[in-house]
Each structure stands twice: as C-alpha cells, then as structure tokens.
C-alpha cells in the first residue's frame, strides 16, 4: 500500500482544509501549489471578525439561493497567497469541488493554470458560459477521487501505526 501519488496526496491536504469550513451548505477548500510545494489554503467562510453560518443563532444568509455570508475557498486561497506577497503565477489549484465561474474567472486573473477538482456542483456552468466568461489560460481538471478509499489507506493506516509506536511510549 505505498505513498499516495502527488494528486491524491494534494487532495488529501485539500479535503483536511476543508473541516476548518464554517458553512455547512458546502465544506468546500481550495489549495494553491506550486509544483508539489503547498503555497496557500482558503475554505469557505465569512469575513475576518464576522460571525459564521455555523455559530450558534446565525445561519445563512441567503439571497438568491445562495448564502452570502463566506467568501468562498478559492476566493480565501487567493487572498491568503496576496495577504503574504505570494505570487501563485503559474500555480495549479486543487479543489474538492468543482469551483464556480465567479472564481474560475479570479483564479485565471490571478495567474493559476489549472484547477483540479472533483465532484458535481452546479456552480461550474457550462462549457459554453466558461468559454465566453472565462475563456482560453486555464485549465479545468475533472479528477475521480475515492475520500473514503484514500482516508482508510493512508490516514487510518498513519493513525494505527502512529497508535502501535505512541502506546510503547506511555
């Protein structure tokens, strides 16, 4: 049972983002790479210093079928990479659900090359409106991720041999 490749490794890192989520509309992330070198995370929530979907009493603040309240993963990603003076020219992202135009079209001004993600979600539009709204420079990589799979043949098998080592300590 080896390593996990470098994509699943990248989405791996990208699902363990994803807790830190505080609508639990969608707990999407997003990480941004540089080759296999992690740059930036970003997972959907609200503004620094304002309360979240998940707070007790608060909710979602919808409009239009969407809780507005987050800034979305991609959206926080990229704003991470800038907060830092990180440039992400050339980077690929990775997603654990497919991002929609609005970001799309942030990621590819904001220099990302590709974007990997997985899953279905009606906010990624259709060929056609990515075409005329996001056009030609980056690419949209479906990937086929199996969670469960990838959780139980790495991180379990992390934790039960992590188990084995630590209870000889104590």
């Known amino acids: 049972m080896g390593r996990p ?18 609508c639990n509309r969608l707990r999407a992330a997003a990480t941004i790479w540089a080759g296999d070198r992690l740059l930036a995370t970003g ?15 608060v909710g979602h603040y919808m409009v239009a079928g969407h809780c507005i309240r987050t800034i979305y993963a991609e959206e926080n990603a990229l704003l991470q990479a800038a907060e830092y003076g990180i440039s992400v020219k050339g980077c690929e992202m990775v997603v654990n659900v ?3 135009l609005r970001c799309l079209m942030r990621s590819k001004n904001s220099g990302i090359i590709r974007v990997y993600y997985t899953g279905e979600y009606s906010n990624i539009g259709s060929q056609q409106e990515r075409d005329i709204l996001v056009g ?11 969670f469960k799979k990838l959780v139980r043949e790495h991180i379990l098998r992390v ?8 209870s000889q300590v104590r």
């Open 5 to 22: 490749n470098s994509l699943e490794y990248k989405f791996l890192v990208t699902l363990a983002v994803a807790v830190r989520g505080t």
């Open 43 to 57: 997972y959907n929530g609200s503004a620094k210093g304002q309360p979240h979907c998940d707070d007790e009493g």
């Open 136 to 146: 030609p420079g980056i690419e949209l990589v479906k990937v086929e991720i199996d």
């Open 159 to 166: 934790l039960l041999e992590n188990e084995a080592i630590f």
């Open 98 to 100: 497919p991002p929609c």
